[in-house]
């Protein structure tokens, strides 16, 4: 592949993850956020522009390899924001990588898209078995994500590599993560190989590192050439010791989303706690 490759939401966490390690594997990187970056490293291209505006994504994918998609709202939000900014976002990303030519795109997708999954009472869950059960607006869109992602693959020939991301985070700080943890050097050695995998076509797999007490198989992840290097289970001390030991019918550990499964993710409840933060008055 030839050019760079554009990530957006790049001023994000996984973002500065990427713009510090996809260099290191020999990627040229292009960001693209909504707000000045102001930190950019030697080589590093920048582009300020909205992800859902198709007109500014078409002139900012021309010339790229790739693109790796993050831009977005990472957690539950009202419809309308979540559409816009995720499904519309998704769209756009898709759809100018599409008019530039570019043709593979590496989607941040989440294990929200599958939330309601029950976690297996033995063995793990593989990406197809989970299958698509959102457990928030959010999931929707991450469900729907995918979907155009199949769509741009089947009919127009692109590669398009999933990721269901579960906690990307720095370090695991509660039980669950101690499952779902993807860790900041795992992140980048997924997205590497998502990028560099030869002919994936359509992919969705979980993006986890290997830890020991993890719910999800990572076989559709290794045959991309995914190697993790590191185990949440080195946190599993220190996190038992703050929060206790895990009690297997915890609802947040009995479902792929967790919390997001919970009373109290839901839109409702979402939608009015942002109003009352606002300031505005409850219908
Ligand atoms: C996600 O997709 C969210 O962006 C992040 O905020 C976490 O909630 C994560 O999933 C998770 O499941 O831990």
Not at 152 to 169: E, F, P, Q
Request: aromatic share 6%; with cysteine; hydrophobic share 40%.
């Amino acid at each position: 592949m030839s050019g760079p490759v554009l990530v957006t939401g790049a001023a994000g966490l996984i973002g500065t993850w990427l713009r510090g390690g996809l260099p290191e594997r020999g990627w040229a990187v292009r960001s693209l956020d909504v707000v000045p970056i102001p930190d950019t490293r030697p080589g590093e291209e920048q582009v300020v522009a909205d992800v859902t505006d198709l007109a500014a994504m078409v002139e900012a994918t021309r010339g790229a390899a790739a693109v790796v998609h993050l831009a977005g709202l990472p957690t539950e939000d009202t419809w309308p924001a979540i559409s816009h900014a995720n499904i519309g976002g998704t769209y756009a990303t898709l759809e100018a990588a599409r008019r530039s030519g570019a043709e593979r795109v590496v989607l941040a997708s989440s294990n929200h898209a599958a939330g309601y999954a029950p976690r297996p009472a033995e063995g793990l869950l593989t990406e197809d078995d989970a299958g698509h059960r959102p457990d928030t607006y959010y999931g929707v869109s991450k469900a729907t994500m995918e979907a155009l992602g199949s769509l741009y693959a089947d009919r127009y020939g692109m590669d398009v590599v999933c990721l269901r991301i579960g906690s990307a985070i720095p370090q695991p700080t509660t039980v669950r993560h101690l499952a779902t943890w993807l860790s900041p050097t795992d992140t980048v050695a997924l997205v590497d190989a998502a990028l560099r995998a030869p002919s994936p076509g359509f992919a969705v797999v979980w993006g986890v590192s290997d830890n020991t007490r993890r719910w999800w198989d990572l076989t559709a992840a290794q045959a991309l050439g995914y190697r993790s290097r590191d185990d949440a289970e080195v946190y599993a001390a220190a996190v038992i010791a703050a929060h206790g030991e895990p009690d297997p019918d915890d609802p947040v550990l009995t479902r792929v989303g967790g919390e997001f499964t919970t009373e109290a993710f839901d839109a409702d409840r979402v939608e009015a706690r942002q109003a009352q933060q606002s300031g505005r008055e409850e219908p």
